[in-house]
Structure formats: C-alpha cells, structure tokens
C-alpha cells in the first residue's frame, strides 16, 4: 500500500511530526504517509579507516540468537492442528467490505480486490472476530503493478486507510502515481515490497511475481511478528520495549484485532484464496527479549515510514560477516542488503562463469546482489550478457593507469603513486572519475571522492568546488547514484548538497571487510538528516532497468 505527502522539514530541531490521526486529504493517513564466497573484498588501507563499532553485538539486545534465525530463514512453518478456514471459497460470509463494497467479489474460488478504495473486514460468524497472537496462511496473485495488502490487529472503519494494527504490503512491481493535486512533483513510487511489515519493517527487493499465485504467511508471538514469501523468511520484527521520542513518528503497538484485505485503487486487482488462521495461545513471549531502541533505531525507523530506501547497497560477506549474520542484522535494524561480489583483474571472479556461479549461489535470497566492478580492464572480462544479469553495477575511482603507465590501487600506501604535484595529481583523478563515470555502465560510484592516506588530512582542500561539479555533472547527466559510505565517511556534506542541488540520487553503502566494520550507519543517516534527503533523493534497484541492462537492450 503508499500514498504520502512529504513531511514539513527535517528530523531535527524544528520539525514537526505529522500526528497518527491529522487526515490531511483524501489519500493520507498515518501508515499510508509513504505508502566459501567468491568475493575477494572490499579494500582498505591500514591506517586511514578507525574501526566502527559493529551492529554484530547488538543482536543480543535484538533477542535474535545467528543460529535461531538461520533456522527460521531456511525451514517453514511445522504442521499444527487448529487451523480454520477464514474464506468458503464461493462467497463471503463472515467478512464486511467498507467503502465501496462492490470493489469485493468471488470469482473462481478466490477473493477479488478490483475497483476504487475499500477494505474487506474479517467480522467472523458473530461479528466479534478477534485476535491476539496466531498464524495466518493465504494464497495470493497479483496482477500487473498490483498493489494491495493484509492487516492485523486492525478494526472496523467506514472509510480511509485502517488506522488500527498493521499491513503486510502486497506489491510486486507497482508504478509511480499520481497523489493529490497535479504539482509537477506529486509522483508517488512505492518502494514497500510484498513481505513488508508497512512502514515498520520494510523489503525492498520483490520476492514474487504479478500473475503468478504466492504464499504468504504472517506468525505473530507478541512481541514478535514474522513474515514469508514463497517460505522465506523476510521480516523478523520485535517491538522495542522502550517508548519513542516524541518527535518520532507514531508506532502502533501489537494487541489484539481482527484482519483485512485491501482493495488500493481502480488499478490494482489482486486476487486471495486459502486463507486460513490458527490461533496461538495469548499473551508475551517469555524466550523473546524486547530491545531498547536507540537514536539510529529511530531513526532508520522513521527513514522507512518516509518511503525512504534503507538499503546498505554495498555489503560483503567476507570474513566472518556470513549471509546468516548479514540477514539477522538486517531483520533486526530494517537496513535491507544488497550483496556485492568483486569482479576483476586480481580478483575471483574473473569471468563469465565464476560471475554466473556467484549468482546462482544466491538465488532466492531476499537481497539485491552487485557486481563491484574492479579496475578498468573489468569490461574486457565479461560478457555485457553476463554482468546485465546482476541487480546493478557499481565501482570507484580507486584503480586506474596514470599518464605514466603505472596501475595505481588508492587504497595501497605503496602503489598510490602521488607524485611531486598533488594538485596535477587531482586533476587526472577528477578526470578519470568522470571518464569512469561515462563509459562505465555503472548504477553507483561508491566510495566517493577517496584519496589516499597521503592526502586524506587535505580533502577539504584539494576537492574544491570547481572539481567536485565535474563529477556532480558527470552522475547527473548519465543517472548514475552516488553512495553514502558509512565506513569511510565520505562524500562531504558539501558534496552531496551539489549533487541533491543536482538531482542526483543517493545510496547507503560501507564497503566492510569483515563483520566488525559494517552494521553502523550513522554517517549516511546524519547527512541524510543535515542535507534534508528524502525518498525521491534515494536510488534503489528493480523499479527500473540497470544500467547494464539498458545497454544490452539497446543493441537487440
């Protein structure tokens, strides 16, 4: 589901959280404000980064043990008993449609949503249907750019989006479109994926497709509530025990309810069949440990209620930093992933098939998957046919042949060859990021405006304005993104106000060797909050074709 309006400011001193029930027009309410690797690693040098401190740790505090969450990532639901039967297959006793009750109908032995916005209510055979914590199994199809979705803990209402409980987001592919009065800027893009606990935990990457018929499970154990697509596990939220500041955006809090499908609009028509619940026994959990908030919980948390795409884009799994640890950070924070393998000269993967192999290593896993491209050679080293396969491409500026002929690796003190002349030295390096930028069929320049240890203490003064345009202008005219690298700190504050003056898009990345260096955000989260980005500010994979991908068409 996603209709939204922006908020009034930034979330800093001065700004105004628009209240749960403010309706401000027909399409707003709160919840719908935004509707063995073969990867050789990253790079770092030994005295220019200072360790962060890592998010690994802080799964204790999460109540989420590596070895509990890999299980519940990779099996299903065991078989109970007292399963019941919510729809007959032919009518729709028991359940009550609000708005534009003709918007429901049966067909075929399934639940139609198709027509303007309405709300199929669960009543029950006495009216009074109600439930606390249960497991709840449905089968649903989605036809093209479909949206829709299934609320919890919810509760009667005559119109408008249920203010009550929560909604697992349907979604698999929906457009931009038009939300309240024609502005020039008023598209909405609904970045909540199918799985998505709306606005609270969100998925980003779609793991079903329109006109196909998918399972979706919801389990709710107060304080925990998770969710499946196709039987995997995508969102694993527990409540945290502590109360929000009061600036914070409104968080609904799990209790009792009863559940609702959802008609979004004239344009979305999905079909629900088998739907059917089981009852678990009431109250908390005693084994599941609810975790204390802190300031960058709140605000990724607010980040994702803003349609904000919290997606560390440049993740890898190397050193103990395995995809079951990767995973349970990322149900625990709502940081999604985006898995990037390095392709190159002096790399493992170094060719079509090794590239393939990574690929297929990780299908069905809920994350994006990149290719770092390494060095300049990496485009004579495959296929356009095999690296248009991954979800985008990204690359720095790191690697690249000076006018001397040596290869340079900024990152390596010994082979990040300066010269007498740093400043003829930032010429040629704003001239092959711009080069790289052009030619490179890349989605993200990441690990912007890094220089080497030698010249790390005079950024400020060795990127002026006039150098860090050019590369501004280079992303701006061939869409590519730049990354907020967390690890490294970098771009400047200053550089990404040129490029958001710029419409250039951004992205969350760390760039980690290990597990110790990656889970902390804070960096991306402060200058998105300083430099006033917002969803429309953000880039995130699968909403259009990549780079690669467009390139391979064009030449069909």
Same mark, same amino acid.
């Given at each position: ?49 200072t360790p962060m401190k890592t998010s690994i740790s802080r799964l204790a505090r999460f109540g989420l043990a590596f070895s509990m969450v890999a299980a519940l990532a990779t099996t299903t639901h065991a078989a109970f008993g007292g399963w ?16 534009? @009750?003709?918007?429901?109908? =049966? ?5 139609? !949503? ?34 829709? #979705? ?25 457009? @931009?479109?038009?939300?309240?009065? *024609? ?24 793991? !079903? ?19 499946? &697509?196709?039987? =995997? ?6 409540? @945290?025990?502590?109360? +929000? ?14 559940? *609702? ?14 739907? /059917? =619940?089981?009852? +678990? ?6 084994? &599941? ?21 919290? =997606?560390?884009?440049?993740?890898? +799994? ?7 640890? *990767? ?18 000269? #002096? ?76 400043? !003829? ?8 990021? &711009? ?10 320049? &990441?690990?912007? +405006? ?52 710029? #419409? ?36 995130? @994979? ?7 991908? /467009? ?6």
């Amino acid at each position: 589901m996603g209709v939204c309006e922006e908020l009034t400011g930034e979330s800093g001193e001065g700004m105004r959280w628009v209240g749960e029930n403010e309706k401000e027009n027909d399409y707003q309410n709160e919840g719908r404000r935004w509707k063995g690797t073969f990867d050789a690693g990253p790079r770092q040098s030994e005295n220019s980064i200072t360790p962060m401190k890592t998010s690994i740790s802080r799964l204790a505090r999460f109540g989420l043990a590596f070895s509990m969450v890999a299980a519940l990532a990779t099996t299903t639901h065991a078989a109970f008993g007292g399963w019941k039967d919510l729809f007959d297959g032919k009518t729709l006793a028991g359940w009550r449609a609000s708005e534009h @009750p003709e918007a429901f109908k =049966v067909a075929e032995g399934a639940i139609v !949503a198709d027509g303007d916005r309405a709300h199929l209510f669960y009543v029950g055979e006495d009216g009074k249907a109600e439930f606390e914590n249960f497991e709840l199994e449905v089968e649903v199809k989605t036809m093209a750019h479909a949206n829709s #979705g299934v609320f919890f803990h919810t509760a009667w209402q005559d119109e408008g989006w249920p203010a009550a409980g929560f909604e697992v987001q349907v979604n698999n592919s929906q457009k @931009p479109f038009e939300v309240g009065q *024609a502005t020039g800027n008023n598209a909405y893009r609904e970045n909540k994926k199918t799985g998505s606990l709306y606005g609270v935990r969100n998925v980003y990457r779609a793991m !079903a497709r329109d006109g196909e018929w998918f399972t979706m499970k919801i389990k709710v154990q107060r304080p925990r509530v998770q969710t499946w &697509v196709n039987d =995997v596990l995508v969102t694993d939220y527990i409540e @945290p025990a502590n109360e +929000l500041p009061e600036k914070a955006p409104a968080l609904n809090r799990l209790g009792k309810g009863t559940f *609702a499908l959802q008609c979004h609009d004239p344009h979305s028509k999905v079909f629900y069949r088998k739907v /059917r =619940v089981k009852k +678990l026994p009431d109250g908390v959990a005693k084994d &599941v440990k609810q975790p204390e908030w802190n300031e960058q919980d709140v605000r990724l948390y607010a980040m994702g209620k803003e349609n904000v795409p919290i =997606v560390d884009l440049h993740t890898h +799994l190397k050193g103990d930093l395995t995809l079951e640890k *990767a995973l349970a950070v990322s149900r625990a924070t709502g940081m999604g992933l985006g898995i990037a393998t390095n392709g190159g000269q #002096g790399f493992p993967i170094q060719n079509d098939a090794a590239a393939l192999a990574f690929l297929e290593t990780m299908k069905g896993q809920p994350v994006f998957l990149a290719l770092q491209a390494e060095g300049r050679e990496w485009m004579k080293m495959f296929t356009p046919e095999a690296y248009s396969k991954f979800d985008y491409i990204f690359t720095d500026a790191m690697t690249w042949t000076n006018k001397a002929g040596k290869r340079l690796r900024l990152w390596i003190p010994e082979e990040s060859e300066i010269g007498d002349d740093p400043e !003829a030295f930032m010429e040629e390096l704003v001239e092959q990021t &711009v080069k790289i930028i052009e030619t490179e069929p890349i989605d993200i320049y &990441v690990n912007p +405006l890094f220089l080497p240890d030698s010249l790390a203490a005079k950024a400020k003064e060795l990127w002026t304005i006039q150098r860090m345009q050019r590369i501004v202008a280079a992303l701006a005219k061939h869409r590519v993104a730049v990354e907020i690298n967390a690890r490294y700190k970098i771009p400047s504050e200053e550089f990404v106000r040129l490029a958001k003056s710029a #419409g250039v898009k951004f992205t969350i990345g760390t760039n980690n060797t290990m597990a110790s260096d990656w889970g902390n955000w804070a960096y991306p989260v402060e200058i998105a909050k300083k430099t006033g980005l917002e969803w429309r500010d953000f880039w995130v @994979p699968g909403h259009e074709a990549s780079r690669a991908q /467009r390139l391979v068409a064009e030449k069909k």
